[in-house]
Antibody, heavy 114, light 107 residues
Framework: EVQLVESGGGLVQPGGSLRLSCAAS????????MSWVRQAPGKGLEWVSI???????YYADSVRGRFTSSRDISKNTLYLQMNSLRAEDTAVYYC????????WGQGTLVIVSS | EIVMTQSPATLSVSPGERATLSCRAS??????LAWYQQKPGQAPRLLIY???TRATGIPARFSGSGSGTEFTLTISSLQSEDFAVYYC?????????FGQGTKLEIK
C-alpha cells in the first residue's frame, strides 16, 4: 500500500529555514516523479516543485532560488529545503508521486511568522 | 505559465440535481487535465485524470469532458457528500498549475 508521511513543519521566523521530509512506502521514490504542493490557510492549491526520476528539478516562480527538492534513496524519502522563508510561504505542504496523484499524505503545516 | 481559470467561484445546487463546473486553460493542454475534490481538513482526492478518466473508486456520477482549453466536470446527481471544493490541474506544462477552485454548496 502506498503511504506518504510528511514531517518537519513548524513555526519559523521570516528569513529562516526549514527542511520538510516525505517518507514514502509502497513504492520507490527515486523511480517516480515526486511533487510538492502547498495550500495556504483558506486558499487554493499551489504547485511548488517536482523532481523527476532522473533527478531534474523544477520550481514555481514563487519559490525558485529559495526552495530545493531532493531525495535520499536509502531512506526512500523526499525532502524540501526551504530557505529565506516569507510570510506568504505559510501553508500546509503535501508531497505526492507524479504531477497528479490519487495518493496524498496528510500534509505538514509551515507557519512563517515573527 | 499556463493559467487555469475555474468558473463559477461558487455554485449552489440542490441535492439530486446536476452540477456542471468549468475549467479554462490559457493554452492548449490536449487532455492533460485532472480534477480534484477537497473537503475541509482533508487532502485533495483525485477524481479525474486525462480530462475524462475516472480515478480508482470514483463513482460513475462524476464525469469529465473537454480537450484543448475548455474542460468540464459534471456531477450527475448530487449526493450530500459531494458538497466540497473542486480544483482542476493542468499537467501539460511543467508548471503544473491549479485553478483557483469552485466551491459547490448546498442550495
Amino acid at each position: 500500500e502506498v503511504q506518504l508521511v510528511e514531517s518537519g513543519g513548524g513555526l519559523v521566523q521570516p528569513g529562516g529555514s526549514l527542511r520538510l521530509s516525505c517518507a514514502a512506502s509502497g513504492f520507490t521514490v527515486s523511480n517516480n516523479y515526486m511533487s510538492w504542493v502547498r495550500q495556504a490557510p483558506g486558499k487554493g492549491l499551489e504547485w511548488v516543485s517536482i523532481i523527476y526520476s532522473g533527478g531534474s528539478t523544477y520550481y514555481a516562480d514563487s519559490v525558485r532560488g529559495r526552495f530545493t527538492s531532493s531525495r535520499d534513496i536509502s531512506k526512500n524519502t523526499l525532502y524540501l529545503q526551504m530557505n529565506s522563508l516569507r510570510a506568504e510561504d505559510t501553508a500546509v505542504y503535501y508531497c505526492l508521486p507524479g504531477y497528479y496523484s490519487d495518493r496524498w499524505g496528510q500534509g505538514t503545516l509551515v507557519i512563517v511568522s515573527s | 505559465e499556463i493559467v487555469m481559470t475555474q468558473s463559477p467561484a461558487t455554485l449552489s445546487v440542490s441535492p439530486g440535481e446536476r452540477a456542471t463546473l468549468s475549467c479554462r486553460a490559457s493554452h492548449s493542454l490536449s487532455s492533460h487535465l485532472a480534477w480534484y475534490q477537497q473537503k475541509p481538513g482533508q487532502a485533495p482526492r483525485l477524481l479525474i485524470y486525462g480530462a475524462s478518466t475516472r480515478a480508482t473508486g470514483i463513482p460513475a456520477r462524476f464525469s469529465g469532458s473537454g480537450s484543448g482549453t475548455e474542460f468540464t466536470l459534471t456531477i450527475s446527481s448530487l449526493q450530500s457528500e459531494d458538497f466540497a471544493v473542486y480544483y482542476c490541474q493542468q499537467y501539460n506544462n511543467w508548471r503544473y498549475t491549479f485553478g483557483q477552485g469552485t466551491k459547490l454548496e448546498i442550495k
